[in-house]
């Protein structure tokens, strides 16, 4: 039997839904004939890249990789060359899955393509690995540098996947909807790997949209997750669309994670419908951490209690554990658990420095802890993170990135409030040529193609000079973004 995928190995009702990506579906015994064959297929391997496009061939791709106990490396089918090629050089893949017809950049020509038949006749092949090895190997930015590769253990998917469970009574009956990315942990974790491990069905949108959600949820979906972006969408559009208002309130459960949800967008969702939005919290690292419980209060601006078996406390700035639980004194969060990654890959330098000497990984998030234990998130340590769509974006690959354009002399990066997406890219530039400096255009296409389009500056800024201190470092509190250096 598979440990992570029950239902695919024991099929109790082979016409069960599991997948559906628009106009075309798998129940349980196709998916298990499909992915079967791909775990036959690379079951030698020790890391598998997978062209990660919202499509059927993904959630398939991923699964039968996971079945062979082997690793998976999501790749975000937008990536710019820069980031492309780190991936690849730093995760070493020996096989890229992609879909019939995907073409691939030429970063990838150098690995065997294999393409995932989601119409494939294979057997499950019969592979026991340990709790501990490594099942995915997500990507996620940091301050400076390019992004560190999180190994995450089959445990860790287990017992967030089951914690989860726990809290949202969360069973193979629910239909989860959603449109996100599936090359981070919500959208593929949560979103795909959640369903299948529960028995249930997921249908992905392809592409989000409120018609779609709309659509879904009148049509049988009881569950929605999206970034805080998309709930933004969606309290924007409730006003005009009384079939999303409709199948919001039909819903059995909404959540929201990635980023914090404005306390507005959930108060306008929450009149609309009579339906609160029910906020997780979570990382690559870490994957979920607390969540607000499907019987307990939904309320703005918090993100629950820690999951069953996580164990969460807030640390001073000195080490020292809060104690309180009075809605007011901020500490770091650590969390310890199974829910945890192993390392970041190749990176033992940043995996020491993630943890405490007694093994509590450091998240960098501020928090603090209401009286009956809610956590409500209210800061970030680093301050050259940004969170825009839920995405996590270093100031510093995007600064060298602007860095490597030949009209600029100098940049600097923060992130600014924005309503729709929680912050937006903000690049200060000083040009080369002050009579002839880079338009905003020319440089987020130049960013979007090295990196990735979410990284690229949504505003551009000039200056002279960068504001610096008598160290040489750049003031970003100087620049009044709302970060400060
Ligand atoms: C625009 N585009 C460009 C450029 N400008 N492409 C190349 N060069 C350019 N200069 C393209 C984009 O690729 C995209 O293509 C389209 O134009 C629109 O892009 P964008 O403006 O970025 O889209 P958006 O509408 O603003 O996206 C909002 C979004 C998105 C849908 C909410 O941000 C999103 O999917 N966020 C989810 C992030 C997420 O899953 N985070 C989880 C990580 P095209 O038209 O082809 O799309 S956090 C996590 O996993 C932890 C564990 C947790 O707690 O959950
Ligand atoms: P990532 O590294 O992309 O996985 O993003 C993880 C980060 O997203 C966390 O460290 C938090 O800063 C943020 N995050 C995730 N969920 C929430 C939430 N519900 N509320 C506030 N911040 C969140």
């Not at 559906?20 to 297929?41: I, P």
């Not at 969390?335 to 093994?359: H, Q, S």
Request: with cysteine.
């Amino acid at each position: 039997m598979s440990t992570l995928f029950p239902d695919l190995t024991r099929v109790p009702a082979p016409d069960r839904p599991a997948l559906r990506f628009g106009d075309r579906s798998l129940t349980y015994a196709e998916l298990a004939a499909a992915s079967g064959a791909v775990a036959d297929r690379v079951r030698d391997a020790r890391r598998v890249a997978v062209w990660a496009t919202p499509a059927l061939e993904t959630a398939v791709g991923v699964v039968g990789v996971l079945l062979a106990g082997v690793a998976a490396v999501p790749l975000n089918p937008k990536s710019g060359d820069r980031e492309l090629g780190h991936v690849l050089r730093d995760s070493a893949p020996e096989v890229v899955l992609a879909a019939p017809g995907d073409e691939l950049p030429g970063a990838l020509a150098g690995i065997e393509r294999y393409d995932v038949d989601v119409c494939a006749h294979g057997r499950i092949p019969d592979v026991h690995r340990g709790p501990s090895a490594p099942a995915l190997v997500v990507y996620t930015s940091g301050t400076t540098g390019p992004p560190k590769g999180a190994v995450i253990p089959r445990r860790a998917l287990v017992a967030t996947l089951d914690g989860l469970a726990d809290a949202w009574q969360w069973t193979g009956d629910d239909v989860l909807v959603h449109g996100l990315p599936l090359f981070h942990v919500h959208g593929l974790v949560l979103g795909i790997l959640g369903p299948l491990r529960r028995g249930g069905a997921v249908r992905h949108l392809g592409r989000f949209s409120t018609e779609g959600v709309a659509r879904e949820l009148n049509g049988g979906a009881t569950m929605l997750f999206g970034v805080p972006t998309m709930y933004h969408r969606i309290a924007e559009a409730l006003p005009a669309e009384p079939e999303l208002v409709k199948g919001l309130t039909g819903a059995r459960l909404l959540v929201s994670g990635s980023a914090a949800l404005p306390v507005h967008d959930h108060e306008r969702i929450a009149t609309a419908t009579g339906r609160r939005v029910v906020e997780r919290y979570g990382m690559t690292e870490t994957l979920m951490n607390t969540s607000v419980r499907a019987d307990g209060e939904a309320r703005a601006g918090t993100v629950g209690v820690p999951l069953p078996g996580v164990e969460l406390r807030l640390v001073e700035e000195d080490g020292a554990p809060v104690t309180s639980y009075d809605g007011e004194t901020v500490g770091e969060v650590q969390v310890r658990g199974e829910n945890l990654f192993t390392e970041y890959l190749n990176r033992p330098d940043a995996t020491a420095a993630a943890f405490t000497a007694d093994g509590w990984f450091r998240t960098g998030d501020m928090a603090v802890r209401e009286g009956d234990g809610y956590v409500r998130i209210v800061g970030r340590k680093a301050t050259d993170l940004i969170k825009s769509g839920g995405y996590k974006i270093g100031a510093g690959e995007i600064e060298n990135a602007l860095l490597e354009h030949p009209g600029v002399r100098e940049a600097a990066v923060t992130g600014e409030a924005d309503p729709d997406l929680g912050e937006r890219i903000v690049a200060w530039v000083v040009p080369g040529d002050a009579h002839d400096p880079p338009g905003l255009d020319e440089l987020a296409g130049h960013v979007a193609r090295r990196l990735a389009p979410h990284k690229r500056p949504r505003v551009l800024r000039y200056l002279d000079a960068l504001p610096r201190n008598d160290m040489g470092k750049i003031m970003k509190r100087a620049l009044g973004g709302d970060v400060d250096g």
